[in-house]
């Protein structure tokens, strides 16, 4: 069974760089038709993708976050990140990375999500 696991920072400074790793086990990323996400969700506030990455290496991004998110993946291990730049106190979130078969549809494995939070 896949497992995902978010490490990364927990507190981060406004204007700086938000870096997440995404660590995969129990499979490889690469299989045809995975897509790896990452999905936030503000304190209060409903889920909001950010974008993925493909099997094939190609990216997707949401358009809102487009200018401000990279993401790559190492696949000799087995994991996958997200930058996300010039945080505002608004990126604060539970961080999530997810996998699917298509770049946005529903997401069948989640990791358990990491609290960032941006300091002004």
């Known amino acids: 069974q896949v497992q995902l696991q978010e490490s990364g920072p927990g507190l981060v400074k406004a204007s700086q760089t938000l870096s997440l790793t995404c660590i995969v086990s129990?499979?490889?990323?690469?299989?045809?038709?995975?897509?790896w996400s990452w999905i936030r969700q503000p304190p209060g506030k409903g889920l909001e993708w950010m974008g993925a990455?493909?099997?094939?290496?190609?990216?997707y991004y949401s358009p809102s976050l487009k200018s401000r998110t990279s993401m790559s993946r190492d696949t000799s291990k087995n994991q996958f990140t997200l930058q996300l730049n010039g945080v505002t106190p608004e990126d604060t979130a539970v961080y999530y990375c997810a996998k699917s078969t298509c770049p946005a549809c529903g997401m069948d494995y989640w990791g358990n999500g990491t609290l960032v939070t941006v300091s002004s």
């Open positions: 990455k493909a099997y094939s290496g190609n990216t």
């Open positions: 129990g499979g490889s990323i690469t299989p045809n038709y995975y897509y």
